[in-house]
């Protein structure tokens, strides 16, 4: 009992650190504006970075695979395949990081456009309603983007041209048959069925092959092209990525 009597005292002069001080005058308010501009530019550049190297990744991945497929007769046509299994995976990565991207470089464009655009050039149709929409995006951070949408993004920018050539390579490897080792030749007037022949994976039935390839990339055409709304920064100006 006394022991505990001697800690109460020491407990109860235990004192919570102060709060951090809130700007109070324009100086101050404008010293933290160019500090929280300059830090998410950092988180910014760092996903697009990330961004970059994805893209990257998925362009050395299809040279590789185009060299070792193209090179010799004896690599299988399942190489280009498997390439295009690894470019999806990719893709999927790199909308990830894009949506992370989005997020950042809302908050950079929201403060350029409503902040910085007023001090060169004042306009009477701001919006009045940024600050809040900024505080309440600090205060529970979202993704303004679905992953289909950054998918879409990514795949107008960069993705599409990669697949359209693994396709282009994948056609010429099935439809040469000194590209492919022990393929039946082709009859070119009936090429069809000699094709689909040539087109088998293992068990996998060369019809099968060709009707989940031609399903991948009506996929691929579509959300390449489908009709969307300028969304978001999107909306702003040509200059986004």
Known sequence: MDRQRDEEPAESGLRLPPSPVLPVTP????????HFHRAEIGRMTGWRDRIDLTSNWAITVVA??????????????????????LVML????EARRYRFFDVYRTRVRRLERHYYAQVF??????DADWAE??????REPRFLISRRTAMS???????????????AAWVLKISSSWLLQDSVPVDPARPGPDLVQNLALGPVPGWLVLAGVATFY???IYATFRPRPKLGEL???????
């Open 27 to 34: 100086g101050e308010t404008i010293t933290v504006l160019v």
């Open 64 to 85: 590789g695979m185009l060299s070792v497929s193209l090179s010799t007769p004896a690599a299988h046509h399942g190489v280009l395949l498997f390439a295009m299994v």
């Open 90 to 93: 990719l893709l999927s990565i």
């Open 121 to 126: 050039a004042p306009r009477p149709d701001v």
């Open 133 to 138: 929409r900024m505080a309440a995006d600090l």
């Open 153 to 167: 993004r990514r795949l107008r920018r960069n993705y599409f041209w990669m697949f359209l050539v693994l396709l």
């Open 218 to 220: 009506g996929w691929v």
């Open 235 to 241: 909306a702003h100006g040509d200059v986004h990525v």
